[in-house]
């Protein structure tokens, strides 16, 4: 059996965005609270050893912006992020049909989508030897700006369901994530 690397996955729900009549609501821009919330999961990143080295994005403008703020956090060590249009509106198997197709190089990645998908994915993807708080915590509200971290002991083609472990699931308390 080939040997495999320990693998992260960070599931991020786009930061908070602006209901705006008469704007599609692929083109919601982020509110003024996510403009400030987005760059905290980027510093929380750094200050967590959770450095992305390839992201998929949603084509939402939300996505987009919040991608933007968190890459503009992680500076130099910011991967350049690939668009993907099948993120807007996705469901957990179309996200993890994504998932499945990155490339085995990739050791960290971050998946910036919308809910309900990120969450349903989350909880598909949770080993019963997953953090029971982040667990439960992740399955009860899981807010704008939201991120699940997942270890998993794989290949990206093979991660399928209740096969990753669950080590944080961060979301907004104040004025900072925890």
């Not at 990739?106 to 030897?129: D, F, K």
């Amino acid at each position: 059996m080939a040997s495999h690397h320990l693998k992260k996955l960070l599931l991020l729900r786009h930061a908070k965005a602006e209901f705006q009549e008469g704007v599609p609501d692929h083109e919601r821009s982020l509110s003024s609270r996510g403009h400030a919330d987005a760059p905290l999961i980027g510093r929380w990143m750094l200050e967590h050893d959770a450095v992305p080295d390839f992201i998929l994005v949603s084509t939402a403008l939300r996505a987009r912006q919040t991608c933007t703020w968190v890459c503009k956090e992680l500076g130099d060590k910011a991967p350049t992020p690939k668009l993907e249009d099948d993120l807007y509106a996705a469901r957990p198997t179309e996200m993890l049909t994504l998932i499945n197709h990155v490339p085995p190089t990739v050791t960290s990645l971050l998946v910036i989508a919308h809910n309900p998908g990120v969450q349903e994915l989350a909880m598909r993807l949770a080993s019963v030897r997953s953090s029971e708080p982040a667990v439960m915590d992740l399955a009860t509200d899981y807010p704008t700006a939201g991120l699940t971290v997942l270890t998993y002991d794989g290949d990206w083609a093979a991660l399928d369901g209740r096969d990753a472990d669950v080590t944080d699931f961060v979301v907004r308390r104040a004025s900072t994530f925890r």
